[in-house]
């Protein structure tokens, strides 16, 4: 209970002084929107073709918009030095971890309900028939990305080049997420269920999860405290 | 005790590779299908299979230096990091040229050379991280993560990409199941002993690179000495 | 000759025996300038007065 606590504390902290500010937010949504609109010009916008793509154009942006946030994820802590009283304080580094994963996860969610109307908006594209397993498997992916990218964000914290490093680093180990995401969700925006055909990616998903979660809550102790 | 095992490991590989060139290209008779082309494969299998033992001996290196915070296990797991990547650049270069003759093409987005390739740059960003961190105790603890995290990566890239792309199968099936099975038994043997003088190549380049690692760190201690002074 | 396919034989040989050259030399190389700078640096630190 008290360990909960100490995750809600960081989680709740992060997302305070994000929403305060609006930094990083307000830059990837821009960002986010900008790419959408400019898929437009990649694809014809009243295309079958689209549709197919639907599902590759959308994670490509939220992999893009999404490691804005995740760049600043541990960055925010850098100056007066709240890192090293973060690490100083009786929160273990799990919890740290969690915490920050999970405020990325917010914030990365909310990028996604906002391009989600817009993409469908824009595209002409009924985008909720399928919206419940859709958000299901929009919170899996997310939650992938929130993960490795906050794990990476402790990685690179104190380098200088770390905003270039971060997506250097991240964006081949996400790919198996990225790619089971991109599957499923083209799936479920043309309306049809998963079938048994690709209840495979649901369990590449859940297994990726699953996987890098315990591996980043084993190992960031090692990382931040040394 | 490690530059005997350079020179020894070195002069056995030299001598092994000289015998097995003797035997690929002079004894060994031509592939049915493909011609002389196929001798590629010796230099395509054997230095990829060594990559994959070296990049999993970092990945063990770098677990055991996050136990004991021993220097030598993170020297050997940087070390044998790199040698894997430039092993494996050579199994995609020869890989895309062997494709170049059979397929027509240098490059198929097939589940093998996609998840190599990937493989390929997560390593490279293990050795970009590191070039990145200047604290040494900081570079190797945090590289000795990535390096954890990167196999389980390239393996997990490995099965998703299986899954992904054998829904459309390409050129590559079709050659390969051709091939499985019947493979001339002194071919098969050729690969192992090619296997054999890469795998003391390894070695050799392993050791090489791990000298190359203490005289680097000789000379950061040494300019924090003349910093003192100065 | 060629209907042997000897031609990307020799590509394929002489590109995996490059790579190897190459990151040799490359070892090599660094290998020396490490030993140029540790000889600088105990040149410099035996010549400066101790404090």
């Known amino acids: 209970m008290n360990y909960l606590r100490q995750v809600a504390a960081i989680a709740g902290k992060d997302l305070r002084s994000e929403l305060r500010t609006k930094e990083a937010l307000n830059a990837s949504l821009s960002f986010a929107v900008v790419i959408l609109l400019l898929f437009s010009f990649v694809v014809d916008p009243d295309s079958e073709m689209l549709e197919q793509m639907s599902g590759g154009l959308l994670w490509m942006v939220f992999a893009f918009s999404g490691t804005l946030i995740l760049n600043r994820g541990f960055a925010r802590e850098i100056p007066n030095d709240c890192l090293d009283a973060l690490i100083a304080s009786p929160i273990p580094g799990s919890a740290l971890f969690l915490g920050k994963a999970i405020a990325n996860f917010a914030l990365i969610a909310i990028i996604e309900a906002i391009c989600f109307p817009v993409f469908g908006i824009l595209y002409n594209l009924n985008w909720t028939q399928q919206l419940p397993v859709l958000l299901g498997v929009s919170a899996l992916a997310t939650w992938s990305m929130a993960t490795l990218g906050t794990m990476f964000g402790a990685l690179t914290v104190n380098m200088q080049l770390r905003e270039l490093m971060l997506p250097m680093l991240i964006y081949p180990m996400l790919i198996p997420a990225l790619m089971a995401a991109m599957q499923l969700t083209t799936l479920l925006i043309a309306g049809q269920p998963i079938d048994a055909e690709h209840a495979i990616w649901l369990r590449v998903l859940i297994a990726f999860d699953i996987i890098f979660t315990s591996l980043a809550a084993v190992l960031v102790e090692t990382v931040l405290v040394g | 005790m490690r530059d005997k095992l350079i020179y020894g490991a070195g002069i056995f590989a030299a001598l092994y590779f000289v015998r097995n060139l003797y035997v690929i290209l002079l004894q060994l008779p031509d592939e049915a299908l493909q011609g002389a082309v196929y001798r590629i494969f010796f230099f395509h299998l054997p230095p990829y299979f060594a990559a994959v033992a070296c990049f999993f001996g970092a990945a063990i290196a770098s677990g055991l230096y996050l136990k004991t915070k021993q220097w030598k296990y993170d020297v050997f797991a940087v070390s044998a990091t790199e040698v894997g990547l430039a092993l494996a650049a050579m199994n995609l270069v020869t890989g895309m040229i062997w494709g170049r003759q059979q397929w027509g093409i240098w490059w198929t987005w097939d589940a093998r050379l996609t998840s190599a390739l990937i493989t390929w740059l997560i390593y490279l960003g293990y050795l970009m991280l590191r070039e990145g961190i200047k604290d040494p105790s900081e570079r190797a603890k945090n590289s000795a993560v990535l390096s954890i995290f990167a196999l389980f990566a390239v393996y997990f890239t490995y099965k998703a990409n299986v899954w992904y792309r054998t829904q459309h199968p390409g050129p590559v099936l079709t050659i390969r199941t051709g091939d499985a099975g019947t493979i001339d038994p002194a071919m098969q043997a050729m690969i192992y002993h090619n296997l054999g003088a890469f795998l003391l190549l390894t070695v050799a380049l392993v050791a090489v690179r791990m000298n190359l690692e203490d005289s680097q760190r000789a000379v950061e201690s040494l300019r924090r000495r003349a910093h003192a002074i100065a | ?51």
């Open chain 3, 1 to 51: 000759m060629d209907q042997r396919e000897f031609q990307y034989m020799f590509y394929g040989l002489a590109a995996a025996w490059t790579i190897l050259c190459l990151y040799t030399l490359f070892l090599t190389s660094r290998g020396r300038k490490i030993q140029a700078e540790i000889d600088h640096l105990k040149r410099m630190l035996e010549s400066s007065p101790k404090k």
